[in-house]
């Protein structure tokens, strides 16, 4: 009864010892991520104005939608690093001494890739998508009350409000355009090439309507027919910016849509094309995977952690743990790209990475065991 006690002990004290390292690696990671958009966003504060506290919560809102993808990257880094140090500071040894086996070792991080499953199913399936779509929305309001951050000088910028837009010099601060070339296809059976000195925007930030409008200045209007050119010059000519779909009825990404919703999608055949019907198969695949990389990643990792060099702990575990992430993630761009191709069926193209670590988890116990 005795040796019990003291194993319920060690299970424990190992668990306990996991977990602040996942909540480290999940911090990590976050920051990670966000240093790849950080130049973005910083541009958003110093170049175009936007206010600090729409970044922070752009931050929030993309932190939100990366959670799945977190979450077992941070279950693997706290494995390694915790049973590394373990195996670098002989405590495995002293385990084992009590009778505990590989298999009551790796209790503790099943344990916590347990609950680290259920907590992505949920994220996954409902928190992350809003998050997404929550990102989204944001960025629709952005564009509309700051128009010009679309715009950057001797850049043509497509899919500005349905048109493509040319400007040699642009103030984002006060919205000012020179030397203005634009060609409008709003229409697209009359689309017109507009040519300006100047052009200002001004934006509507009501709540009722979020709206901009361009006035040019200047400039001359060619429109163009299968049997006619026709030039119109002006000293002022405005042209209304507005998006066609209203906010909340903005095209969403399959990112931004809950599971019951692609679901419905799925079901309902409202999905016009293949290529749309693949996207969402994907993704609602995906989630899945996602979910379960969480065991994929605690069974490489007790395989590699417990049997780490006994003299490369720390360092070793956080090189390892960087190592096999990567390896992941080149796994899954490329069969998840195969899979909105169509090339090989989303059911199965998404579960390949999860299948490759479960083989190499089983393949790297076998060697240690013989």
Known sequence: MFDVWRAKLALKYLFFEMLP???IGLVVFIFVLLMFQILRLTEFVLVHGVDPVAVFSMMSFMTISFLPILFPMSLLFAILLTYGRFSSDSEIVAFK????NTIHLSLPALILALLTTLASIQVSFELAPWGNRAFEVLIHNLKNIKASV???AGVFSEG???MVIYANDVDTESGELRKVFIFDERNPKSPITVIAKTGQI?????????????LLTNGNIHKTDLSSHTKIDFNSYDINLFDNAPIREARKSPLSHSSKDIKRLLMGGSLKTKKQTLRFETELYRRWALAFACFSFSLVGIAFGIRTNSRQGKSNGVVLSITLIVAYWILYVTFEGLS???TIPPIIGVWVPNIIFLALA???YKIFTQ
């Open 21 to 23: 390292s996942f909540l």
């Open 97 to 100: 001494s009590l009778g505990l």
């Open 150 to 152: 679309n715009i950057k």
């Open 160 to 162: 500005f409000y349905d």
């Open 202 to 214: 001004f934006s509507d930030n009501s709540k009722s309507k979020l709206k901009s409008q361009l």
């Open 340 to 342: 909105k191709k169509g």
């Open 362 to 364: 089983s393949t790297r």
